[in-house]
């Protein structure tokens, strides 16, 4: 192990490296704090234990964990495998193969997720992604929010891509609609402003208001129509 930053410390494990300056690697093996070619834009860092992990952006924190990367300003990993808190301000707390990619964007947990818009949240699951800014997916597998402040909070395959979209979870649901809202059910679609599904099957509100409370196939392509 080596301490090499100015007032950096290196307190035990094996082939550790602290570059940055006020950089700490406190334990495991194969850790880096710091480094590149700035040392003390790289400063402050801290790596608590496990293996292969590194703290690149300044005053970023890796606690644990394998393979994990902490390089935004104040970014922070708590654990899990090949995790990546990359932009500044961004968390990642465990799981495995999780991104935090967008300002202040978090993932939780879960396996393959990624955040990837500023603000946006990723509470678990399996490769959901919460794309655009303040967007968010609790949890389930293979959701996509893509429109700005939309929310999936579970179930499988379904994508919210209307700004403040809501899919409560279901399998195979789409929202395309500005404040629109899909409960769940399975292949549902909105794409009226402020349109409603609430479950069922292959259903569809089109129109502006409209609503449709089950069923299956169903459609409601007028203003304010009601199924």
Do not use: Y
């Amino acid at each position: 192990s080596l301490s090499v930053g100015l007032c950096s410390f290196v307190g035990g494990g094996n082939c550790n490296v602290a570059c940055g300056v006020n950089s700490v690697v406190a334990g495991g093996n194969s850790n880096l704090a710091g480094g590149g070619t700035n040392a003390a834009e790289q400063g402050h860092t801290f790596v608590g234990a496990g293996c292969k992990n590194t703290a690149f952006g300044c005053e970023s924190t890796v606690v644990a964990g394998f393979s994990s990367r902490s390089t935004g300003q104040r970014s922070f990993v708590g654990g899990g495998f090949c995790n990546r808190s990359l932009a500044n301000f961004t968390t990642t707390v465990g799981g495995g193969d999780n991104l935090a990619a967008g300002v202040s964007a978090v993932v939780v947990g879960g396996l393959g997720n990624s955040s990837c818009g500023d603000g946006a949240f990723v509470g678990g699951g399996k490769r959901n992604l919460a794309f655009a800014n303040c967007s968010s997916v609790v949890g389930g597998l293979s959701n996509l929010a893509c429109g700005e402040g939309s929310t999936v909070v579970g179930g499988v395959s379904s994508t919210a891509s209307g700004a403040c979209s809501f899919i409560g979870g279901g399998e195979g649901n789409v929202n395309s609609g500005v404040n629109a809202f899909v409960g769940g059910g399975c292949c549902n679609i909105a794409t009226g402003l402020s349109s409603v599904v609430v479950g069922g099957c292959k259903n569809r509100a089109s129109g502006t208001g409209s609503t449709i409370t089950g069923g299956i196939s169903s459609l409601a392509s007028a203003a304010c129509a009601f199924i």
